[in-house]
């Protein structure tokens, strides 16, 4: 983990950030954007993504979403989920890491617990991937899901959720202690 901390925390600088905030945009708005509108176009009408579902779903509601499919966009929505949702976690992930490591590079001291808060956004990717699993799963298998592998899907999207909620609170908090420091406490 020390060695992995340490190449991010040497890889974090502005022109890297720049790099991966473009990436992130280009990605979340081309690949993902257009996956979602294609699984709606296949489903013949506007769809629900069980990924953007931020608290989560019942069982009942699950078996809503899913009826609203078509097979057609049952298939796509399974290998989308496994190939482009696949890589998006890494995107995402590599954007929070450079974004918390240059925030926190002058902030924290070397042998703080706070050295490696940077690593953070790899538990959401974690969880992302363990949803993804789900939710393939879920698709492949309507209308024979069983609502212990939609409670579990549900968790690890409200999970998900948290987890980005929290890095992105972890992100602003880093800022405002920047701010503090640079311009306040001068």
């Known amino acids: 983990m020390l060695k992995l901390s ?5 890889m974090a600088n502005v022109k890297t950030f720049i790099a991966a905030t473009v990436v992130y945009l280009l990605y979340a708005t081309l690949i993902m954007g257009k996956g979602a509108e294609t699984i709606s176009q296949y489903a013949g009408k506007p769809v629900e993504i069980f990924d953007l579902q931020v608290t989560g779903y ?24 496994l190939i482009a949702d696949s890589i998006y976690p890494v995107v995402y ?14 902030l924290v001291p070397r042998n703080s617990l706070y050295t490696h808060i940077h690593l953070l956004p790899f538990s959401t990717m974690l969880i992302d991937y363990a949803e993804n699993s789900c939710i393939a799963a879920m698709m492949r298998n309507y209308p ?19 987890t980005l909620g929290i890095t992105t609170a972890v992100a602003i908090w880093g800022w405002a202690l920047l701010v503090y420091y640079k311009w306040v406490k001068k």
């Open 93 to 106: 992930t590599f954007l929070y890491i450079i974004l918390l490591a240059l925030t926190y590079k002058t």
């Open 58 to 81: 019942s069982p009942a509601r699950a078996a809503e979403i899913q009826a609203d499919y078509t097979p057609e966009a049952r298939a796509y929505a399974v290998k989308f989920n």
């Open 6 to 10: 340490q190449f991010f925390s040497r």
């Open 144 to 162: 024979h899901v069983s609502d212990s592998l939609v409670n579990l899907s549900s968790t690890l999207t409200v999970v998900k959720w948290s």
